[in-house]
């Protein structure tokens, strides 16, 4: 077992334990309402738009590369990324797509980590990992079960378009930068089917809460606390070493 010798006891094995739940899907399919969910009910969420978004704040390591890389016409007046504007560069153009991927990659997977790790030490035994690009970003690898919000394309577009208020070629250059809906649909676990109402979502979430919810098997033993430090030493020393590890 995976944990032998550290600690003893049932409850305690079954402390050591954890799962760490994949929740992804296309632009505009409805994670983040999802996720939401999830937080309701008292199950922690690791966000990766978040430490996206941290990893570009002001004069970070992530800010520097990228500012290095995109020049300062990506800058508003007071020094900040202008997200609106670096967004319209990288959704139309796939090679800037990928630079900007690169330099981020290692801060967003250490931060992602970084987070897990917090929890994984409070003792949360499930946690949601909210990651737009998580097969994109082969870190699908790290997560059972994966819940893929789905929704139809038309509904998407014009819930994209609501939402950012945007044209809908700015809308579609955003829907193409991620891997096809149908195909992370084909990859997963669980689908949630977000094409209906509000309170149709509500209800198939609450199945998928409980499937979520069940007790933890020995199938995940290998995310015990062996399993989650020699993990989390690997990438930290792959984040050392410079290695290009998710994209
Ligand atoms: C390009 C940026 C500045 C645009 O910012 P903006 O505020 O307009 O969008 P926001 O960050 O809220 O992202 C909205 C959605 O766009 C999609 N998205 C974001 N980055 C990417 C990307 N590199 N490739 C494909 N889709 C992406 C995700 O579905 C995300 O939920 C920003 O998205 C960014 O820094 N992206 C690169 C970092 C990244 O890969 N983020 C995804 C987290 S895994
Ligand atoms: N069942 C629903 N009926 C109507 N509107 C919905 C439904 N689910 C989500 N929405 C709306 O659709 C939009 C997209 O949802 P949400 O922001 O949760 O998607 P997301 O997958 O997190 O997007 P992103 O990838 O950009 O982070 C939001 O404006 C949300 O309020």
Do not use: C
Not at 142 to 156: A, L, M, N, S
């Amino acid at each position: 077992e995976g944990n032998r010798g550290l600690v003893k006891g049932k409850d305690l094995k079954q402390g050591a334990k954890m799962r760490l739940v994949g929740l992804t899907g296309g632009i505009a399919s409805g994670k983040s309402t999802v996720s939401s969910m999830f937080k309701h009910n008292h199950i922690s969420v690791v966000d990766a738009d978040i430490i996206a978004r941290d990893a570009l704040k002001k004069n970070s390591g992530g800010y520097k590369k990228v500012v290095a890389a995109f020049g300062p016409d990506i800058l508003q007046d007071d020094g900040q990324v202008d997200r609106l504007k670096l967004g319209r560069i990288v959704f139309s153009d796939a090679s800037k797509r990928q630079l900007l991927n690169r330099l981020l990659a290692p801060y967003i997977s250490s931060g992602i980590f970084l987070e897990i790790f917090k929890l994984w030490i409070k003792g949360h035994k499930v946690i949601v990992l909210d990651i737009p690009l998580l097969f994109e970003a082969k870190m699908d690898k790290w997560t059972k079960p994966i819940v893929v919000v789905w929704v139809d394309p038309e509904t998407q577009l014009r819930r994209l378009m609501e939402r950012d208020n945007s044209t809908e070629e700015d809308a579609r250059n955003r829907i193409n930068a991620q891997m096809s809906l149908e195909l992370k649909k084909s990859q997963a676990d669980i689908v949630i089917d977000n094409t209906g109402s509000r309170q149709d979502l509500q209800e198939r979430f609450s199945e998928v809460l409980s499937q979520v919810k069940r007790p933890l098997t020995w199938t995940e033993f290998w995310l015990s606390r062996d399993g989650a430090l020699s993990a989390l030493l690997g990438v930290i020393i792959g984040v050392l070493a410079g290695k290009k590890l998710f994209w």
